[in-house]
Every structure is written in C-alpha cells, then in structure tokens.
Nanobody, 126 residues
C-alpha cells in the first residue's frame, strides 16, 4: 500500500499562487487513482482534483476549475496541485489520497480512497 506525505502549504494573500506536493512511497503510482481533497473544521472533505486509475483522465471540483491544475511526475512518485488566484474560501487542510479500487462514479468521493496523507494547511487571507 502506498504511503503519502503532503508538503508546500502555507499562508498567502488572495490572488496569490501556491503549489502543494504529495510524495508517495511504498509503491508506484501506477494503478492508483490519485486525488486532492480539502477540509475545514465541521465540514466533509471536499474533492478538489485528481487522476483516474489509468492516469488518463483528470477531474476537478467545480469551485476550482480554471484556477487549479493537477499534475504528476511518475518517476518521482509525486503529485502536484498548482493553485492560482487563491480565494479566502480555498483556505483548508489539503489532503492527498490514493485508491486502487476507485471507479469513475466514485472518483469524487473521499470514501473510495484507501490511503491518505497527514494534510497540509493552506491559509488565504489579507
């Protein structure tokens, strides 16, 4: 099973950009659906972006489309989330997730993923 570690979170101002990273160990990314989720206290984890298990398809949550971009480097076993034009409502803990059995209809459900990182905090305020 893959182990995940996020990094790159921080405190930025509205309109700024930030890139968070998810490094995997213990297995390759091949065959895993990879996802970024975010969560604020008292709310359910929200899907942000991700790859299908084949890696051939990318998905984005409606609130981040056009502003966030997910990418990955298979050789480095790392998934990135580039966040542009950040808004205060983007502030949350961002989690990386992986799942070997995630099907298309479940791609945005946090319950479909088996492995999670510890999260990285993103703060957006002026």
């Amino acid at each position: 099973q893959v182990q995940l570690v996020e990094s790159g979170g921080g405190s930025v101002q509205p309109g700024d950009s930030l890139r968070v990273s998810c490094s995997a160990s213990g297995d390759t990314l091949s065959g895993y659906a990879m996802g970024w989720f975010r969560q604020i206290p008292g709310k359910e984890r929200e899907y942000v972006a991700g790859f299908s298990r084949t890696g051939g398809y990318t998905y984005y949550g409606d609130s981040v489309k056009g502003r966030f971009t997910i990418s990955k480097d298979n050789a480095k076993k790392t998934v990135y989330l580039q966040m542009n034009n950040l808004k205060p409502e983007d502030a949350a803990i961002y989690y990386c997730a992986a799942g070997r059995r995630v099907i298309t209809s479940q791609i945005m459900s946090h319950r479909a993923y088996d492995s999670w990182g510890q999260g990285t905090q993103v703060t957006v305020s002026s």
